[in-house]
Nanobody, 123 residues
Framework: QVQLEESGGGLVQAGGSLRLSCAAS????????MGWFRQAPGDERDFVAA????????YYSSSVKGRFTISRDNAKNTMSLQMNSLIPEDTGVYYC????????????????WGQGTQVTVSS
């Protein structure tokens, strides 16, 4: 069972940038599809981005495409989310997740989750 821990959240002004990181405990990290989701208060957990096992393919929600970049380093068992041009609507708790299956934007397809890190974008 892989354990995931997010870091890098915080408070930023609109137009600013943040970089989130996700550290995995499992040496089989490269065998997982990895994804980022976010959840605003009162909302469902929404897909943000996903990355294939070797990092060669990336997927984004339409709301973040062109502003966010997902990446992974299998040698270090880490994944990152570079977030640029942040807007207040990006505010929420960001979760990293691991899937043993195929790439998906559905949270139910992911098997392991971190505890989340808060991102707040002020206007």
């Amino acid at each position: 069972q892989v354990q995931l821990e997010e870091s890098g959240g915080g408070l930023v002004q609109a137009g600013g940038s943040l970089r989130l990181s996700c550290a995995a405990s499992d040496r089989t990290f490269s065998s997982y599809i990895m994804g980022w989701f976010r959840q605003a208060p009162g909302d469902e957990r929404d897909f943000v981005a996903a990355i294939s096992r070797n990092g060669g393919s990336t997927y984004y929600s339409s709301s973040v495409k062109g502003r966010f970049t997902i990446s992974r380093d299998n040698a270090k068992n880490t994944m990152s989310l570079q977030m640029n041009s942040l807007i207040p609507e990006d505010t929420g708790v960001y979760y990293c997740a691991a899937s043993r299956g195929t790439v998906s934007d559905a949270s139910r397809r992911y098997d392991y989750w971190g505890q989340g890190t808060q991102v707040t974008v002020s206007s």
